[in-house]
């Protein structure tokens, strides 16, 4: 089998794949044009960095190829819709780059508490002043964790190293991982904010993280404190954290990251007390060798042994399996997208009950869809059923399995029950005909919903007139419902009702709803659009 290595590796990357029986390497980074689609053609697995280009048409005439393997974390530059149609497997190393983003993030932090940046551009300037740059010291200082990935994980083990004090918050990550790093927890940012010295941020970019740290947070940090930011641009609010710094309501701030990359119009540029890094996270020699050797490691593992590591596309099913197992495998998918939504973290454990005929199948890719579903909204890296196991693992997260012959009044029944810090919550779903997922229960409660698009998930008293009341203000917002199921334990009792909605409702909408004494709480949740 050949590899094909289109752009420059260091010896030792190009050294792994020679060593290995059964593979012949073509290294050749100056391919372009016709030659490197021929190449290409020829070869049953590409390693790239970010100078090829992996589109449609270089795939096309690739019959032979089975894997892509980037060196770094980012695919960008690979078509990931036409590679999963001609089901090549593509890969990335995200975790050559941890160590090199954590030590920048510290980096950065020591830069501003010693005021480095000033001090040298004063030193160039010719002048000797050091009562101007007096500074802090990091030990016995309080820092603030915001996400327990693999970087941000590497930050608290090396800000303990320094004497520091550390909190942090991910509502992902099981309080093992918290145990296992001698670090106390909290449960909201805002909570965290005010007894912290500095913070850093460590997030995945998301819809839900977008604007994480903005003006109302800012203001809860001591004026004294730092921000670094070497996670995502958009995470922290450019213009608020602009006017803070230019307000003095912050010692300082680093960014390494801009919601627009390179930053010309952020409000940032020329802000006080900033120091600006164009994205560095990754630049470190040792970083570029060891995504390069991860790269040929992965590629080795791929072609020779069949185990495919950091896949970031969902390899193709054998169109047979795919069949039964397609449709579930969305199901599974959606019930876990609404469950990170609906439930509170951190989550203990999952348990997933099979039951009816799904049980005469190897369910793997089912139970890994649900994780992919579950965790994707929480984590740095793609998810997809090749690394969603690894990944719940990875966060301290138990995953069961049971299968069971009773499916009540359905002929297949998928339940997951999720254990988080309010108790045991519980959704199942279903798929009718051939292809159309629905969700029949919520703890307990029996529904009938499509698990699909725009969704408003509310806890009610069973009472007349709320119904009445969902339905005024969304007409007075615009909100335009297009199917609303209820559900309930008890006549009288806790009822849930679900609504498919047409668009998001606006903040106000929430609140009015929020505000009804007769209901209990309100979740909006989005989804895939349904399947055509």
Not at 4 to 31: F, Q
Not at 50 to 75: H, I, K, P
Not at 339 to 358: I, N, S
Not at 360 to 372: E, G, K, Q
Request: net charge negative; proline share 6%; hydrophobic share 45%.
């Amino acid at each position: 089998m050949q590899v094909l290595i289109s752009d420059t590796l260091p010896d030792e990357a190009v050294a792994i794949l020679r060593a290995e029986g059964g593979l012949e390497v073509a290294n050749r980074p100056d391919l372009g044009g016709a030659d490197l689609l021929a190449a290409v053609a020829e070869a049953d697995g590409l390693i790239v960095r970010s100078g090829t280009q992996v589109t449609a048409d270089l795939l096309a005439g690739a019959d032979r190829l089975r894997a892509v393997v980037r060196a770094g974390a980012g695919v960008d530059n690979v078509d990931l819709p036409a590679a999963t149609r001609r089901g090549i497997v593509v890969m990335n190393t995200p975790g050559g780059n941890t160590v090199s983003t954590a030590e920048l993030a510290l980096a950065l932090l020591l830069s501003l508490a010693r005021h480095v940046p000033a001090a040298a551009r004063s030193m160039a300037d010719g002048e000797w002043n050091r009562k101007a740059f007096t500074g802090t010291q990091l030990a016995g200082k309080t820092l603030g964790v915001l996400g327990l990935g693999r970087v941000g994980r590497e930050v608290v083990r090396r800000a303990l190293a320094f004497g520091m004090t550390v909190l942090a918050y991910d509502p992902y990550v099981s309080d093992g991982v918290f145990e296992k790093l001698g670090i106390a927890r909290y449960g909201a940012v805002g909570d965290l904010l005010p007894l912290c010295d500095a913070v850093t941020v460590h997030v995945p970019l998301t819809a839900a993280t977008w604007g994480l740290i903005g003006g109302a947070e800012l203001a809860l940090m001591k004026p004294s404190a730092f921000l670094v930011n070497a996670a995502r641009g958009g995470i922290v609010d450019e213009q608020a954290l602009a006017d803070a710094l230019r307000a003095g309501r912050l010692a300082g701030a680093a960014v390494d990251v801009f919601e627009s990359e390179p930053p010309e119009n952020s409000p940032l540029m020329g802000a006080p007390n900033l120091v600006a890094t164009p994205h560095l996270g990754a630049s470190t020699a040792e970083a570029q060798i060891q995504v390069a050797l991860d790269a040929a490691r992965q590629m080795a593992d791929a072609l020779l042994r069949g185990r495919f590591r950091n896949a970031v596309n969902a390899p193709a099913l054998d169109p047979k399996t795919a069949e039964v197992l397609g449709p579930y495998m969305d199901l599974a998918g959606r019930l876990g997208g609404a469950a990170v939504q609906l439930f509170k973290g951190p989550y203990a454990g999952v348990t997933l009950v099979y039951a009816g005929d799904l049980n005469a199948y190897d369910l793997r890719p089912v139970t890994a869809s649900f994780l992919a579903g579950l965790l994707s909204p929480t984590v740095e890296e793609t998810v997809n059923i090749v690394n969603a196991p690894g990944l719940a693992a990875e966060r301290g997260m138990a995953v069961h399995v049971v299968q069971s012959a009773d499916a009540a009044d359905y002929v297949t029944l998928v339940t997951a029950r999720v254990e988080t810090p309010d108790g045991r919550r519980e959704l199942s779903g279903t798929v009718y005909g051939r292809s159309d997922p629905r969700l029949v229960s919520l703890d307990g409660c029996r529904l009938e919903a499509r698990p699909a698009g725009e969704m408003l998930f509310l806890a009610n008293d069973d009472v007349p007139g709320v119904i009445g009341v969902i339905g005024t203000v969304c007409a007075e917002h615009g909100v335009n419902i297009a199917d609303m199921t209820v559900g309930r334990l008890t006549p009288g009792g806790r009822a849930v009702t679900v609504l498919n909605i047409d668009s998001p409702p606006e903040n106000e909408a929430m609140a009015r709803l929020s505000r009804d004494a007769n209901i209990r709480w309100l979740r909006r949740v989005s989804l895939p659009p349904a399947a055509r």
